[in-house]
């Protein structure tokens, strides 16, 4: 079993409900021009609606892919000229970027391209790692749980990775709490996506 087969059930419940409440929040028209901020098309496969969203990444080439415009770049350093797009849109990415100062640099680009945002991250305060799949491991100090992953999470029992593949997953993801996205988004609302009433997820959301 690969760790895409588990992770993907509860991946599509959770994007399937957030895009609902980022429909609900927003009253997404077709009209509305959207810049999804190191996402894909997938989300927006989900929703009846159909803005004109450009997908910008990272880690694609830049191209035309059905009604999609993709774009690579980077978005601590956005190419677009400020409120470009009526919506910024950014799904479990900021925890991705970098330190703290790239996610500055990311929180406040997304700030500046559009007047209105939805920002969502994996909350560092729930006790399952989303990445992982492990419960309280990302709570132990980095030397305990660097050594710890291949036999304590299911992406560890699954994918078997070697100590420099460990290292460079959790190089790769630096967890946010409610108080640095309050500070990363001083003018949002902060919403919380919860699970046995546990908040999981964090969601800066500036409507209006």
């Given at each position: 079993m690969r760790f895409d087969d588990v992770y993907r059930p509860f991946q599509r419940y959770f994007r399937n409900k957030r895009m609902r409440q980022f429909c609900d929040l927003f009253g997404i028209k077709d009209a509305d021009r959207i810049v999804d901020v190191g996402g894909g098309i997938y989300n927006w496969t989900l929703i009846e609606q159909r803005p004109a969203v450009l997908i910008v990444n990272i880690n694609v080439e830049t191209r035309q892919v059905g009604r999609f415009p993709i774009m690579k770049g980077d978005g601590r350093n956005l190419t677009f000229?400020?409120?470009?797009?009526?919506?910024?849109?950014?799904n479990s990415v900021i925890e991705h970027v970098?330190?703290?100062?790239?996610?500055?640099?990311?929180?406040?680009?997304i700030r500046r391209v559009a007047p209105r945002y939805y920002v969502q991250t994996p909350n560092r305060r729930f006790f399952i790692e989303p990445h992982l799949f492990a419960p309280f491991l990302h709570f132990l100090p980095r030397r305990l749980t660097r050594r710890l992953v291949r036999w304590c999470s299911v992406w560890g029992w699954t994918e078997r990775?070697?100590?420099?593949?460990?290292?460079?997953?959790?190089?790769?993801?630096?967890?946010?709490?409610?108080?640095?996205?309050?500070?990363?988004?001083?003018?949002?609302?902060?919403?919380?996506?919860?699970?046995?009433?546990?908040?999981?997820?964090?969601?800066?959301?500036?409507?209006?």
């Open positions: 000229p400020d409120n470009s797009f009526d919506i910024a849109y950014s970098g330190g703290w100062s790239d996610q500055k640099r990311f929180a406040e680009e990775p070697d100590q420099a593949r460990v290292d460079r997953e959790l190089d790769g993801t630096v967890l946010l709490e409610e108080r640095q996205m309050r500070e990363l988004f001083p003018d949002a609302v902060i919403l919380h996506e919860r699970v046995a009433g546990f908040s999981k997820s964090i969601i800066a959301v500036k409507c209006d």
